[in-house]
């Protein structure tokens, strides 16, 4: 996909994560008998709201990524983002939802085109993207991490420790770590690119590479069985000189604040109770985690 800059920064960023195969083309019902639903325009006017609520069925973009939104080895749509959709729409009145996996990078456009109605698949949210879709305020915030051998023998902690100690980086096709990388000092020609994060552990395990950067969560759950790799301590990459923290949400047609701001409300309620925690910490996320982060100030409004 097309690389949106950083918040606050200046420099090209690609997209954070990499994707599964084997996702995109697929529509998968999330309850038995479920059906294809009618297009929502909201081009007449119409609240989309009020139209899921009629049709019982709201159907969500999602990107094959685990922890963020996949399909289980079951065939049943899961991860951090989709669960939290679950209970927001039922609570809204919409008693079910429907997964529309494609690539990460037709998420938006699909969403536009209104081939779903929800991108709920733990996207960045960054002024690019703002130009092109309204977000929710961020269900999680999300810190970086690398992938190393047992025991982290160079000791590396960040991306300045990495460039100081020449180690053979790797990170994953499209992550936003590589523009972390290269704003340290890392030559981009020199970086290890591979498709994702288990093939990040195995070239750290294989000695290919040094140290494989992923976010935390990604590279506290993939480190879980391995017996030669761990993860460092979470940290924030600098972006422009400054410590940077990245926040994901749900993404909706410009159009229609009314939904945005009805999920929203629900969204605060399960964060002030502690149920949001409760909901994504199965997929690795802890409070750490857990932010107040505004759609406005990823932004940059």
């Known amino acids: 996909m097309a690389s949106p800059p950083v918040h606050g920064a200046h420099i090209p ?12 083309g697929l529509l998968v019902p999330v309850a038995a008998g479920c059906s294809r639903v ?35 080895k079951n065939g049943d749509l899961t991860g951090e983002a989709p669960e939290l959709a679950k209970v927001i729409f039922k609570r809204l009145g919409v008693d079910r939802v429907q997964a529309v996996p494609t690539e990460f990078g037709s998420l938006i456009p699909g ?26 305020d961020p269900d999680y915030q999300m810190l970086d991490s690398f992938v190393v051998r047992k025991g982290n023998p160079l000791g590396l902690h960040n991306y300045q420790d990495v460039v100081k100690k020449k180690a053979k980086f790797a990170t994953g096709t499209g992550y936003a770590e590589i523009a972390y990388a290269v704003e340290a000092g890392y030559e981009e020609s020199d970086i290890l690119i591979v498709p994702d994060q288990v093939a990040g552990m195995n070239a750290v395990e294989a000695g290919r590479a040094d140290v494989f950067a992923a976010t935390a969560v990604t590279a506290r759950q993939v480190v879980l069985k391995s017996r030669k790799a761990e993860a460092t301590e979470a940290f924030k990459p600098l972006v422009d000189g400054k410590p940077h923290v990245d926040g994901g949400g749900f993404a909706f047609r410009p159009t229609e604040t009314k939904l945005r701001d009805a999920f929203n409300a629900e969204l605060r309620k399960l964060r002030e109770s502690g149920e949001l925690l409760r909901i994504i910490k199965p997929f690795g996320f802890t409070q750490d985690e857990v932010t107040d982060m505004t759609a406005k100030e990823l932004c940059g409004q």
């Open 13 to 24: 960023r690609p997209s954070r994560r990499a994707l599964l195969a084997g996702a995109a």
């Open 38 to 72: 009618a297009t929502a325009s909201t081009s007449d006017g119409g609240d989309l709201l009020d139209r899921l609520r009629a049709q019982g069925v709201a159907r969500l973009g999602i990107a094959g990524e685990i922890p963020f939104g996949y399909i289980d």
């Open 111 to 136: 969403l536009n085109s209104q081939q779903f109605d929800i991108v709920s698949a733990g996207m960045y949210i960054n002024p690019d993207r703002c130009e092109q879709v309204i977000f929710s």
